[in-house]
């Protein structure tokens, strides 16, 4: 079993810059894949980026040049760096976590809202 703990969401004026963390726990020696996912009410959850335990990467285009994911293997803890935030990105954002392909636990969400 992995347990998910998200922080760092909150308010944040539009061209701001918010830095969301997932630390992952449990009986686990590593993680494959981590990443995040957003949703808003009435669409379905997109991804955000995800990152190997390799460093690999990859974003959803409209947040490339503005976002970075990034990951600390050591303390199985992926972190979203957002900057230059827009309106359009308000939504409750999700991490998530693969032990291994075809696996894949989730965080229970933290909101993000961008808004002046």
């Known amino acids: 079993q992995v347990q998910l703990v998200e922080s760092g969401g909150g308010l944040v004026q539009p061209g701001g810059s918010l830095r969301l963390s997932c630390a992952a726990s449990g009986s686990i020696a590593s993680i494959y894949n981590m990443g995040w996912h957003r949703q808003t009410p009435g669409k379905q959850r997109e991804l955000v980026a995800t990152i190997t335990s390799g460093g690999s990467s990859r974003s959803a285009d409209s947040v490339k040049g503005r976002f970075t994911i990034s990951r600390d293997n050591t303390k199985n803890t992926v972190f979203l760096q957002m900057n230059s935030l827009k309106p359009e990105d308000t939504a409750v954002y999700y991490c998530?976590?693969?032990?291994?392909?075809?696996?894949?636990?989730w965080g229970q969400g933290t909101q993000v809202t961008v808004s002046s």
């Open positions: 998530y976590a693969d032990p291994y392909p075809g696996r894949r636990y």
